[in-house]
């Protein structure tokens, strides 16, 4: 074991035990849950805060509580439920997933992470979360809370660069405890203390139980000097535009007209693009008269 890895792993205990008595009751992680439950909130998770995913995510276990279930509906139902949670293209990927699972895998959603990587839709973060979350594997599941997490604790940096490097990527290796289910812990723990503790801003070092062995407060918590991060804006862009056109789509039992698609945003041209893009990802199905509804296919 190197120096820098010993040093990390003086990390497992303390976090690990502050996640056995700070950990959130969330749905996903109770027993019920199963495997598709963990992939459903994966899912809905990414680039969406807790609270807005429960109340969509009750809904749709209570709706689809296999894959199955939700395999037999229309893609379109699967983009109608996701709501308001944004990036709505989530829900053709899980509706896909879903379809795969079905006829792959008999239903059950696979505990191998080679297949799982393979299911459409999904990528090496969701396929690791699941295999660790829901099976108890270990896995390096890095999430942006987690990477922030390593990027100060270890690294001694108050962010992660934009994308994953593969730095970050040997490091959570070295840092994951050889026990599987212990791995599996550290897994959740880490991106709990993310979440929680080691915020993006206004980081509580008071609470945190590795303050004292984290390397960014011990330099004195220098300011970030890489490239500008990324800020996400909404009011606006096309972006805004999507969610108002799928609004209305979502909305409405059948085909709907262009007027009513137009009446949605003043400006022709961004409309028309942004209506154009949710076509050509799928979201959308033009029909003939210029009528527009979710997919059927």
């Not at 006829?103 to 505990?111: A, Q, T, W, Y």
């Not at 270990?138 to 593969?166: C, K, Q, S």
């Not at 723990?189 to 004292?212: H, Q, W």
Request: hydrophobic fraction near 40%; proline fraction near 9%; charge should be positive.
């Amino acid at each position: 074991m190197t120096a820098t890895s010993a040093a990390a792993h003086a990390l497992h205990a303390p976090v690990l035990d502050w996640f056995d008595q700070h950990a959130r009751d969330l749905p996903w992680r109770r027993p019920e849950a199963g495997p598709w439950g963990v992939m459903v909130s994966e899912f809905m998770l990414q680039q969406t805060p807790v609270k807005r995913v429960l109340p969509v995510y009750e809904q749709w276990l209570a709706r689809w509580p296999r894959p199955a279930d939700l395999a037999a509906e229309a893609p379109g139902e699967a983009v109608r439920a996701w709501g308001r949670l944004g990036y709505p293209r989530r829900a053709l990927r899980l509706h896909g997933a879903a379809v795969a699972i079905t006829e792959r895998h008999g239903g059950d959603v696979p505990s191998d992470h080679a297949q799982l990587l393979a299911l459409p839709g999904i990528g090496e973060y969701t396929a690791a979360a699941v295999a660790s979350f829901a099976y108890g594997q270990r896995h390096a599941v890095l999430d942006t809370n987690v990477r922030r997490v390593f990027a100060r604790t270890t690294t001694g940096i108050e962010y992660p660069p934009n994308a994953t490097t593969a730095a970050e990527r040997h490091l959570a290796r070295e840092l994951l405890p050889e026990d599987e289910t212990t791995a599996a812990r550290w897994a959740a723990a880490s991106m709990e203390l993310g979440a929680l503790v080691c915020t993006a801003k206004n980081p509580d070092c008071a609470r945190c139980p590795v303050a004292g062995l984290c390397a960014w407060r011990l330099a004195g918590k220098p300011p970030h000097d890489g490239p500008p991060r990324r800020g996400q804006t909404y009011a606006g862009t096309d972006r805004q535009v999507r969610g108002k056109l799928l609004a209305v789509l979502r909305e409405a039992v059948g085909p709907v007209p262009q007027a009513l698609l137009d009446a949605v945003w003043d400006e022709p041209v961004q409309r028309a693009r942004a209506l154009d893009g949710l076509v050509s990802d799928g979201l959308v199905e033009p029909l003939a008269g210029g009528t527009y509804r979710l997919p059927r296919t």
